[in-house]
């Protein structure tokens, strides 16, 4: 697979069978009069490079707290990319939105390989039907990615903030009883979305990753397993035709919107 000039400077090159984009905070609790830092990261496995703050990467990023909705501001360049010298008691949910980037496909094979792994149900059928090349063809992609934090008590919830697509919790992993699991609901423009793969990343103390797949049910709701003093990142992929203008813009054939999630569960 052969990246594109944009898709490196925006993100790095990670095979695309695989590579999520999330926010990973050095801490996911911290008192209220604590500094607070995140790294946003791209790679796989729950591991990868750690990205610099350069706003021209994305289009919004927000953090939503029981004083409302403030932006993410930061210098060019900083390292971790989040730097927050207090934030108020509470859950908070940072919410980020990148802007378009682009994958060159050299092969079918490759694609197809993509989309098996986030089961998106394109077939060569489907790719062939449409008259589109069987060889370096374009996929455009954005991140919807959310992290919840808990600030001091934690106490709180999360909501849908109208990205185009979006995991949304349903449960608080820092004040809920999590014996039953993890409750989450997969979006897409403002609709549930059933019977779709949500994938799993799951953190030990001791970096240790393990991962799963789970389906959303009719509502568009997975319950996840979780274990006390794990970390979690899940990660959910749309995939669509580009619209007109963003395939004339970009010279795209195929579009991926990707939802992700992280957050710890206490000891």
């Known amino acids: 697979m052969r990246f594109t000039p944009a898709l490196i400077a925006t993100f790095f090159a990670f095979p695309a069978t695989a590579h999520e984009l999330w926010i990973e905070p050095v801490q996911f609790q911290i008192s209220p009069d604590s500094k607070f830092e995140a790294h946003i990261v791209n790679g796989q496995e729950f591991e990868g490079i750690r990205l610099a703050y350069i706003p021209r990467r994305f289009e919004n990023f ?4 029981s004083e409302g909705i403030q932006s993410v501001d930061g ?12 934030l108020p008691e509470g859950l908070a949910v940072f919410a980020y939105k990148s802007r378009v980037a682009t994958v060159d496909y050299e092969t079918y094979e ?3 390989s993509f989309v098996d792994h986030k089961a998106l149900g394109i077939t060569r059928e489907d790719h062939d039907a449409r008259g589109l090349a069987p060889e370096n063809f374009f996929e455009a992609y954005w991140r919807f990615s959310k992290s919840l934090v808990a600030v001091g008590s ?7 903030l109208g990205l185009e697509t979006e995991l949304v919790a349903l449960e608080n ?17 403002g609709k549930t979305v059933p019977d779709h793969q949500i994938e799993i990343f799951d953190r030990a103390p001791d970096g240790a990753v393990t ?3 789970v389906n959303t049910d009719a509502d568009g709701r997975a319950t996840i397993t979780v274990t ?5 990142m899940l990660d959910s992929v749309i995939l669509r035709e580009p619209s007109a203008e963003l395939a004339e813009r970009t010279g795209t054939v195929w579009e991926t919107l990707w939802a992700n999630l992280t957050f710890a569960v206490p000891e």
């Open 228 to 232: 006390d003093g794990h970390a979690y």
């Open 62 to 65: 927000v953090v939503v707290t």
């Open 154 to 160: 934690g106490v709180g919830s999360d909501s849908i």
């Open 75 to 86: 210098r060019i360049g900083d390292t971790p990319a989040v730097q927050i010298e207090a």
């Open 110 to 112: 490759d694609f197809q």
């Open 173 to 189: 992993p820092y004040t809920d009883n999590m014996d039953d699991g993890f409750d989450v609901q997969l979006m897409y423009q």
């Open 211 to 213: 991962i799963d797949t």
